[in-house]
């Protein structure tokens, strides 16, 4: 069974996405996610210039083989654009064997290990009311476990707030004013926004104490600091959260650096999520083997694809490392459904972040995996479950749109 025809598609149903779709000689298809958000057009460069080409004629069913091809074969190694590339051939090939096999795909990853996955949904508000209301909703969906985001005072617009990113122009269409955050902007440069550490330190324990105070201390909660402390800051929010019993804290603090981590850990047991910007093992060896986090964050679709990311979950499992895949809009219905097969097969899965993508977004994407009672899981249709609506994708073309960039108050760049 050989690689007959490999095409990239791009399209923008809500938002930019990247997918690969593989055809087989026997006419078999296969589908893999290569979005990666604000850089869509350089992974579809690298896919439709250097690794289709290679792809047509090789045996589909060699799936490891045509990793550590595009991996070692490339010479220059890792980098997000690569492994989303790999990752987007990688899925397309399992989505093939499992199609072929005539089962889904967790099948052929070992099995169900588990009845569904428990996700956690992101409620936000730019205050306590807003935010309230957004936790009840997401509770009367069905949703056990929450990641809480909320404006800080004197900041006009921040990350992970609903109501203040579609305040600004070019929202995702289709999403909801209030509960959805995307906040990826169709615009030509990115908008800028404002950050104050100082500000978000002192705020942010009181809002997880209301929080804790109006919802009782069962509900699993999160936060994400997205990258944006120093370590010694981000020791001191990891102590100060403590009381309220965080199920995570994700992204304290830029990780190029993995020894970072380690001045983070000794100041405190709130556990510790990081990888969403990581692209492959090597990114999370440190705090693997020194045991820095408790949950690995990477989505299949940076992380080289199932083959990939199952690597650094095995891995993982040797230091009791849980999963906590990456599940922004900008993960394709194709990277969800690879992630639920993945999540449902290993040993260590932890939780899967749902974000939902917009209506739009499944005109393009027809899915076949569920959401029922805070879990998420996959049907049983041959292959990942997923298919690719060619005539839909054609209405919605590419749309330049980006993540906001961030600058202190002084003006001088800062993690976004
Ligand atoms: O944990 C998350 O879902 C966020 O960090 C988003 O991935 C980020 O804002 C880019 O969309
Ligand atoms: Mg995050």
New binding site residues.
């Given amino acids: 069974m050989l690689i007959e025809k490999a095409e990239v598609l791009v399209a923008s149903p809500g938002r930019n996405f990247v997918t690969l779709r593989i055809t087989t000689s026997d006419g078999v298809t296969g589908l893999g996610d290569a979005t990666l958000?604000g850089r869509e057009l350089a992974v579809a460069a690298y896919l439709r210039e250097h690794v289709v080409p290679l792809l047509i004629g090789r045996d589909a069913q060699r799936i490891e083989d045509t990793w550590q091809y595009l991996y070692r074969g490339a010479y220059w190694r890792r980098g997000p654009v690569t492994m989303a590339s790999i990752a987007a051939v990688d899925t397309a090939l399992w989505d093939i064997k499992a199609k072929v096999a005539g089962l889904p795909l967790y099948q052929l990853l070992g099995g169900r290990s588990r009845e569904g996955l428990l996700v956690y949904g992101h409620a936000s508000g730019a205050e306590l009311p807003e935010l309230f209301d957004s936790i009840r909703e997401h509770l009367e969906e069905g949703y056990r476990a929450i990641r809480i985001q909320t404006g800080i005072p004197g900041l006009p617009s921040v990350?992970?707030v609903a109501s203040s990113a579609n305040a600004a122009t070019g929202s995702a269409e289709g999403t909801d004013e209030r509960y959805d955050y995307e906040?990826?902007r169709r615009n030509a440069v990115p908008v800028e926004e404002t950050w104050d550490t100082r500000a978000y330190l002192r705020h942010i324990p009181g809002v997880f104490e209301a929080v804790r105070n109006e919802f009782g201390p069962e509900l699993p909660l999160l936060h994400?600091a997205?990258h944006r402390l120093t370590p010694i800051q981000a020791a001191k929010l990891g102590k100060s959260l403590e009381p309220y019993d965080l199920f995570w804290l994700?992204?304290v603090t830029p990780a190029e650096n993995q020894d970072a981590l380690r001045l983070v850990r000794q100041h405190t047991t709130t556990p510790l999520a990081i990888g969403?910007v990581f692209n492959t093992i090597w990114d999370y060896k440190t705090l693997i083997e020194d045991q820095l986090i408790d949950y690995v964050r990477s989505p299949v679709t940076h992380a080289g694809g199932i083959t990939g990311l199952k690597r650094i979950f095995d891995y993982a499992s040797v230091y009791q490392i849980k999963s906590g895949v990456?599940g922004?809009t900008?993960v394709s219905p194709v990277g969800l459904a690879a992630a639920i097969h993945l999540g449902l097969a290993i040993p260590n899965f932890g939780i899967q972040?749902y974000?939902r993508h917009a209506p739009a977004t499944h005109d393009v994407f027809h899915t076949t995996y569920s959401f029922e009672g805070g879990l998420l899981n996959a049907s049983e249709e041959p292959g990942l479950g997923v298919s690719y609506d060619d005539e839909a994708a054609a209405a919605r073309p590419y749309e330049a749109a980006y993540?906001p960039v961030n600058r202190l108050l002084d003006g001088s760049m800062h993690d976004w």
Avoid: K, Q, S
């Fill in positions: 958000n990350y992970g906040p990826a994400d997205h994700e992204d969403e990456h922004p900008d972040e974000m993540l």
